[in-house]
């Protein structure tokens, strides 16, 4: 009898696509033989888009199948065991056999998503079978220093968008002599249109925890806190189970792994829904049970942080890396990558692309790779218009320039950042005025009120681009909103202020041409910014249904003696509901 | 997407009627805890679905944080509300890939549907309407949480058929 592993992947997008229904329904069937097949958990492994996915092993080699529903699924089983062999229906991954999403999953490099979907993430077992906790114990006798240096041979910049070295940080922290320190990961995860870290934080705990307790040996910390933002209640749920199961086999707690007065535990601190609060001075004043508010550096948090006490401050993505740099060894992680950014970035790639989903890539590939070559290019075949970075605080990389390297100063050339790890894909049909209107309304709607210019500078900004959107923008409007663009970059305390600007002026750098159409010619080019869209009714297709005259909330449509529609210009308010209705294509946008 | 500010966030001129003994006992539970406020504001709102204004005085009385303090707090954070809610609370994602995916539409077939605005609640008490950005799901955008369940995929007709699936689950 050769041996079948069903595992469904339920991670909180699989759940939304309905992985637990299929879960349920498997469930139900295994225990009429349960002999003959396993069933078991994992989380998702970036292939979001086919959700809800089944991962099946079989004789040593893995099938995913995708886009299935439970009784697809129990079909799929029953070929296993009745034929043994693999059904090539809804079948998107194989090691063996051609299947849609080899490339997706070959062309990608992991290391910290290495777990994600393979393991189940709530069994610490399952993370100890694939070398988990292993680093704490290659570590245990090495000094602070030889942690450290390790980790500065890797090369490891921070994956929360700042790409400070982690070591230099870790070094600060690890030379001052209070007794007491704290280890914080921040999975506070802002950018609107990111979900890297929430899948490591439900993938692959453990691995979080072994990085917080590397670098509480590091820097000499007793505590560690997970700052998890609210959204993510499987993450928090998963990660509470890993903390107690670590805690039941000593891995955190006094002595930890029988290591004499190495004590240090962690806990979850829920954040309460404020995107500057992903700052590390203002996560440190909601820890503290304060407003979120961002205060000065220095003094840095490494020095005086949570309770005036060091503290060292990393992104869940850069934790989740140290075990397996550890493990594996800094040289082979500084081996991939460029001169100044080492090792492997994750991506979450959405928007209008065919392939949504996570992706690991080597610091140095082409942007053009992962969207064309591992994501699949737009979903409708459009042209791309541009790939947004780094959300609220980046910028977008045109069309023409997509064969830029992922590298931090080769992105910040291009005049938007490598971020978090955020790209959203644009293409034609997306209007770039109403992007950089998008970002401003979240950033001016965050923005925490301390800084005068980010508080009501970005407002400003953000009334100037309405008035653009709504067709009454003047030609000199874009000056103003340059000018107010620098004084809110040089005049604000925080990241948030001093970054708000980007998605404009990094639209008005490449797509001022889009600007000008809206000010000039009154004519929104992606026809998304419905005050500028003009409707029309084709004579030869309208068939006179009235279909559109009934729905048209302004009384703007009327009719000739043959019956033929026709649209009354001054009294449209451009709502779009005839063109939503008509069913003849006869209602066309311009 | 009419993005409103939160009407929650007016305070109720007239007190509601609570379990007091319930709100001083959360209360109490937190005394010496530092750092405890957000976490105990975030139990009383477990409880109550709300930070009912009573909470503030009593935070004060037992605490001894000025009631400018946490009421400074509560008004701080998105996720405390200062009025009931509904039983279930529709977070509709405003974030960057639900955007670009046509989220305003969700958004204006869900408040066109119950008739409320962001921050609003059914008169039934059955739902609440909250803006969100980003749940997390962004390769399923459009998205959209209620209570605890994420759905993806959504337009404008999916979305309505499952608010109307809870309804008359909840009729019976
Ligand atoms: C407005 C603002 C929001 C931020 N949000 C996050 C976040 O959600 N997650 C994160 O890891 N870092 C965020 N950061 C960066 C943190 O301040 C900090 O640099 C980071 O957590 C350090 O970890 P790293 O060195 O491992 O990247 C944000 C910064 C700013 C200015
Ligand atoms: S942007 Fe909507 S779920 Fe992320």
Known sequence: MSQLRVKVGLGSCGIAAGAQRIYDHLELIHQKNPEQWSLEKTNCIGICYSEPLVHIEFNDELYIYGNITPVGTEQVIESFLQHNTPPSAFLVYSSQLPASENDFINNQVKWALKNCGIINPEKIEEYEQMGGYQAVLKIQKWSPDRIIDEIEKSGLKGRGGGGFLTATKWRLASKQTKKNKYVICNADEGDPGAFMDRSILEGDPHGVLEGMIIAGKAIGATKGIIYCRAEYPLAIKRVQIAIEQAREKNYLGKNIFGIRGFDFDIYIKEGAGAFVCGEETALIASIE?????????????????????????????????????????????????????????????????????????????????????????????????????????????????????????????????????????????????????????????????????????????????????????????????????????????????????????????????????????????????????????????????????????????????????????????????????????????? | MHIEKNTNKNLQSTECQIDISALETIIKDCKGVSGGLIPLLQRIQDQFTFIPPQAFKLIDKELNIPESESLGVATFYTQFKLNPTGKYTIKICKGTACHVQNASKIFDAISEYLQIKAGETTDDQLFTLELVSCLGCCSLAPAIMIGEETYGKLDDRSVISIIKEIQSRESK
């Not at chain 1, 991506?347 to 392939?355: L, M, P």
Request: a neutral charge; hydrophobic letters at 35%.
């Open chain 1, 289 to 590: 049970g304060k407003r979120g508010m961002p205060s000065k550096r220095p003094p840095f948090p490494a020095i005086k942080g949570v309770w005036d006490l060091p503290t060292v401050i990393n992104n869940v993505e850069t934790l989740v890396n140290i075990p397996t740099i550890i493990n594996k060894g800094a040289e082979n992680y500084a081996r991939l990558g460029t001169e100044k950014a080492k090792g492997t970035k994750v991506f979450a790639i959405t928007g209008k692309v065919k392939k949504s989903g996570l992706v690991e890539v080597p610091m140095g590939t082409p942007i053009s790779t992962v969207i064309y070559d591992i994501c699949g290019g737009t979903a409708n075949g459009n042209k791309i218009k541009a790939v947004q970075l780094g959300g609220p605080s980046g910028g977008c990389v045109p069309a023409h320039l997509l064969d830029t390297i992922i590298d931090y100063d080769a992105i910040i050339e291009t005049g938007a950042i490598m971020g978090s790890g955020g790209m959203v894909v644009m293409d034609e049909s997306t209007c770039m005025v109403d992007v950089a209107k998008f970002f401003l309304t979240f950033t001016q709607s965050e923005s925490c009120g301390k800084c005068t210019f980010c508080r009501i500078g970005t407002l400003r900004m953000l009334e100037i681009l309405e008035k653009i959107t709504s067709g009454e923008g003047e030609i000199e409007d874009l000056e103003i909103l340059e000018d107010l663009a620098l004084e809110i970059q040089s005049n604000s305390l925080c990241g948030l202020g001093q970054s708000a600007p980007n998605p404009v002026l990094s639209a008005l750098k490449y797509f001022r041409d889009e600007f000008e159409a809206h000010i000039i010619d009154k004519r929104c080019p992606a026809l998304q910014c419905s005050a500028l869209i003009r409707y029309e009714i084709l004579a030869d297709r309208c068939v006179g249904c009235y279909q559109c005259r009934k729905v048209c909330p302004a009384n703007a449509i009327e009719s000739n003696d043959r019956r033929i529609h026709r649209i009354i210009e001054e009294n449209c308010i451009r709502c779009g509901a005839c063109y939503e209705k008509c069913r003849f294509d006869a209602i066309v946008r311009s």
